[in-house]
Each structure stands twice: as C-alpha cells, then as structure tokens.
C-alpha cells in the first residue's frame, strides 16, 4: 500500500514539474504600451533629411544630362546605334499625344494585365495590332527582351526539339533555356541543312517508336546579320515536317512590304500559316514593350503561363497609346516604307564601294552589319568602332561586326560621311 501511494505521489510531482516547465516557457509578460510623444515625433518628421538617390557629383549630372537629352540629331554627331527607322523618336504629334494620354492615366499601370493592370488603352492596341495583320488575337508584353523569350518557354517543353537559325538573337536562346527543349541549330539560311537535321530527328522518332513535337524558330530580319530568311521555302519544310513556326519580326514589322506587315507581305506570304509572329514594340514603332500576334487559340495560352505578362507590370497606358497612333501613322501614309526601303538600298550601294568591307545585310534591311574581308577580329572590330566614336559615328559591334540602323530621314552628306568614316577607320586599323 505505501508503495502504491508513494508511485502514485511521485507521478503527481513529474506532472506538477512538467506543468510548471510548459507555463514557464508559454508565460509572457504584458507590454507595457508607452502613449506616442506627438510633439516630439512632429519635430523628428521635420527634421528629417533623406539622403538623396544620386548624389549630385559630376558623374551624376553628367549621366542624368545624358538621360535627359534627346537623341542626338546635329551634323556633329550621327546615332546609327539607336534603333529609329521611322524618325518617330522626335516626333512632335506623337509626344503631345503621349503627353495627354499621361493626363489621363498617369504614368504607369502599377500592375500586372491579369490583377488590376489592364486598361483600355491595352485592348484598343492589341486589337489594332491584330487587326492591322489581319489575325485573330493579340497579346501585349511590357518588354521586347521578356516577349521573345516568355513565348517560347510557354510552348516548348522538355521532350520538345526547336529548330532555329544559328544566327538567331539572344532573347530566343534565353527562351530556349527556360523551355529545356533539345534546340538544334541550322546553318544560317541554309535550307539543305536544315533538312538534314530534320531527317536526322525522324530516324531518331523510328528508333524509339515515338513522335516528338517539332517547333521552328525563325527571324524576319536577323538581327545578328540584317539578311531575310527565306520564309516561303520555310513554310514548306515546316508543313512537310509538321512543324510549328515561331516567326519573330521585331526587325520587320513595320519595315518590310509594301504597307509594313512585315515578311509576310514582302514574300506574299498567307499569315495564317505562321503559328505565332512575335515582335517589339521598340523598333519600328519607337516605343517600349513587345507583342505576340496569332490564333486566339494560341495567344490565350499565354495570359496564363508567358512568365513576362503575367508576372509583369502591365506596359504604360501612354507607351501603348504612342504604339496605337504609330499604326495609325502606318495607315495613313504607306508610303514611308517604300521611302526607308529607298533610303536602305542607297546605304547599301554606298557601302559597296569600300573595297575592304564585307556587306553581309541585305540591301532592302533597314538594319545594316559589315565586317572586314580580310583577317576579321573582334581586337580590328573594337579599333574601327572607337574610331567611329571619337569621330561622332556612334555604332555598334557584335564579336567581328559592326552593326547600325537607318533613319527614314537620313540625307545623302549623312550617308557620304558615313561612307568616308568607316574608310577612315580601315586605315588606322
């Protein structure tokens, strides 16, 4: 009996231990809330002085008057690095439009489309755009760069194979990274080898007995060499091979044609065959932001998984409204596009006579890429681009190249000098 009570008195004082444990770890003390000093919080407000974002140094003021400058347009200084093919950049009606439409809106949407970013301005653009190529659906991106690579990563997956272009540009290979699709590159505009590839992935489908979903990715103008891709002979391989055509045409849209559709209508070309055309909003239309045009069956697709848009700040309502009245321009007055395509074939027959220059764009392409004839190197490329600086010819340069764009409103002088610079520039290299 005494031991049952003294087990049973020992059980009480392990759960008295416990229960003390659990109430000394759980107890909290009451905060003691101090009442706000009103008056001293009112001084501190007014005496606090933020520190500015930039500090007003020389570098500072320089890099903000250079922000603020427009794009140069005296005889000193020729900007063929930034991209102005239509001359719309300085273009007085469209910055007064730009200016009444942030009256409206205000600067920026502050939201993605798909939560509280969406305002009509983006619906009247993208049914302009669709409407303008005579296709069903538009989708509108915030930027050019997440456009390109966002459409491809919502269709490609990983057991999916792309075709592309060797040449093709930077954003398309970003967008090849997220699909993790297996790409196979082709050789630049070489159907033959495209073929072969082709056939090489068939024997590989007979092998395992399984058929892998095929998806061609292509560029109207190239933006690495400024040629045109052979867009007809590639409908036709991708039809006998069943495959899906991704079209980008941020260097074409709103330059090739007769009306700016783009390659489509430069080739005669029924756009109801390209499954998907993307572009950029950055190039023809001097404006910000990019676009994918097609099948409203594909383009919905995108509202739920192109990572740019939804996960984006909508664009501008003002950028969009500049987008919208740039079409509109288009409509208007057709035929600036046979005025910048005169203006490229005359850049292209000038830079024909350099005897030591490689022309590898075409003559029609608004965007020009030159190269030596003779031992090219990217230390030559780098010599002839900083002459070209310090002579106020501003270019660009990719490895072994230089590249810039033509202006609508450029003058023969302009064009002379520009000639007789790069000439220059062979004899100091």
Known sequence: ???????????????????????????????????????????????YKP????????????????????????????????????????????????????????????????????????????????????????????????????AIGAYCKKNDYIFCDEEICFASLQGFLASRSTVIYFKHNNMEDLEKKLEEVKQTEKLKNKTFRKFLVIEGIYMKTGQICPLPELVEISKKHKMRIFLNETHSFGILGKTGRGVTEYFDVDRSEIDMIMGSLETSLASVGGFC??????????????????FSASLPPFLSYVSLCAIEMFEDNPSMFSKLQAVSIKMHESLGKLDDFLIVSDAISPLKVITLKKDANVEKTDKIYDFCANNGVFVLKIDDRILFHVNIGMKDEEIERIVDTFSKAVEVV
């Open 293 to 310: 045009v097609g099948r409203s069956l594909v383009i919905e697709h995108q509202r739920l998984s192109g990572l740019g848009y939804c």
């Open 51 to 150: 520190e500015p974002l930039v500090n007003d140094t020389e570098a500072s003021l320089l890099t903000r008057a250079i922000m603020e400058s427009p794009m140069p347009t005296s005889a000193g200084c020729l900007n063929l690095a930034k991209i102005n093919y239509m001359d719309l950049l300085n273009n007085t009606v469209l910055r007064d439009k730009a200016e009444q439409c942030i009256r409206t809106y205000g600067v920026g949407s502050c939201g993605p489309r798909g939560f509280y970013g969406t305002i009509d301005v983006h619906l009247d653009l993208e049914n302009k755009i669709a409407e303008f190529l005579g296709l069903e659906e538009t989708v509108l991106y915030s930027y050019g760069f997440s456009t390109i690579s966002s």
């Open 1 to 47: 009996m005494n031991k049952i009570l003294q087990g049973n008195l020992f059980d009480f004082l392990i759960g008295f231990v416990i229960i003390g444990v659990c109430f000394l770890l759980t107890y909290k003390k009451k905060k003691v809330i101090k009442l706000m000093d009103i008056p001293l919080l009112n001084k501190r407000i007014l005496e």
